[in-house]
């Protein structure tokens, strides 16, 4: 009787979670505008020709999204009069970035779709992986998972708790993610997002001046670039090869050279199940595009708002 009880519970618990995934499909704009994705492609190529790093911009609005509340576009509303945002938050404020080239391809997909069919969170996340197969190459596309709807409100406060500081320990970021649904694989593969774009010197300077867990050499010329006190503003690459989705970031951290906390916290050299993960994806850049694909999968699916929930905004910055 128990064990039959217990196969019920347990068929109405999968029958949930496949339908919480079913709710978004790839095929979700294939008829009702199918020229979405194309044109979203071809916005993101050409604000990336414009401005190389704006396709690392992009990818970590996706993340910053995804985790508050789920993606669903939260990030993107502006603060009004009697509305305050996510903008605002700790780790958002002067330094999130790609705002304007959503606007632009929104405003692009509205216009071919001939009305506002293709959500802000979508844009996100197909934005988001169209910057890391221009970066990466064909290993690194994916097909997206489609249909989610935005948001009406966003929050602050859940933005200033929800999102992980550089500051954190191995096992402060783990239980962030683990909050998220996410695992030590998602955490060190996601981390990976870290091999384009760049960092400002407020960031990391804690990191060298007072960590041990860095080569010398490596802090002392980052310590030009960002000295104790001012140029809080000063860029940084995160990896040496900011402009390519590739292995770098992580042969960084093998040798102390990761440029946050957080990042080199994901390697100590001790053998960690997070060692052998940041090892892995070092020499074989196949198992950090099959690992980095799925977690973004993952993390892409985290609460979407689905069916009658939210709505889709005519305008990314302002609910309808
Ligand atoms: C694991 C916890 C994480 C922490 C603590 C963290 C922290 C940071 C910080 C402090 C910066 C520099 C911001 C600035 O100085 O203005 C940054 C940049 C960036 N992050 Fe993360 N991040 C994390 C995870 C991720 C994930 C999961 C992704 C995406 C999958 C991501 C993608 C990026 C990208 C692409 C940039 C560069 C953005 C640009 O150049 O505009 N990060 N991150």
Redesign the pocket.
Same mark, same amino acid.
């Given at each position: 009787m128990a064990s039959h009880l217990q196969l019920l519970l347990v068929l109405a618990m999968v029958t949930l979670m496949v339908q919480t995934n079913a709710n978004l499909s790839p095929h979700f704009y294939e008829k009702v505008c199918p020229q979405a994705l194309p044109i979203i492609r071809s916005v993101v190529q050409r604000a990336i020709i414009r401005e190389r @790093?704006i396709g690392? %911009?992009l /990818? @970590?609005l996706h &993340?910053h999204d995804c985790f508050v509340n789920g993606c669903d576009g939260s990030i993107l509303l502006d603060d009004t009069r009697n509305f305050t945002g996510e903008k605002t938050a700790f780790p958002n404020v002067n %330094?999130v @970035?790609g705002f304007s080239v959503v606007d632009e391809i929104k405003a692009a997909v509205d216009k071919a779709c001939k009305r506002p069919v293709v959500s802000c969170a979508d844009i996100l996340a197909i934005a988001a992986r169209d910057s890391v197969a221009i970066y990466g190459g064909p290993h690194f596309w994916y097909q997206v998972l489609l249909g989610r709807r935005d948001a009406r409100t966003a929050s602050r406060a859940a933005a200033n708790s929800n999102l #992980? #500081? #550089?500051t &954190?320990s191995f096992s402060q !970021?783990l239980s962030n993610f683990q909050s998220h649904g996410l695992n030590v694989r998602d955490?060190v593969a /996601? *981390?990976g $997002?870290?091999t384009? $774009? &760049? *960092?400002?010197c *407020? *960031?990391f300077r804690n990191r060298i001046y007072n960590d041990t867990n860095i080569d010398p050499r490596f802090a002392a010329s980052l310590r030009r670039t960002c000295p104790r006190s001012g140029g809080n503003n000063n860029l940084q690459p !995160?990896d040496a090869t900011p402009a390519r989705v590739d292995t770098t970031y992580y042969t960084d951290l093998l040798h102390k050279k990761g440029l !946050?906390h %957080?990042d080199q916290e994901l390697f100590k050299g001790h053998g960690s199940e997070s060692d052998k993960l940041v090892q892995l994806y070092s020499r074989s850049p196949l198992a950090f595009a099959r690992d980095f694909k799925a977690s973004?999968i993952k993390m892409g699916n985290m609460k979407p708002l689905t069916g009658r929930n939210g709505e889709i905004r005519c305008n990314c910055r302002r609910v309808n």
């Open positions: @790093r690392a %911009s /990818l @970590r &993340f %330094s @970035r #992980p #500081p #550089p &954190f !970021l955490l /996601l *981390s $997002g870290h384009i $774009g &760049f *960092s400002k *407020s *960031s !995160l !946050l %957080s973004m």
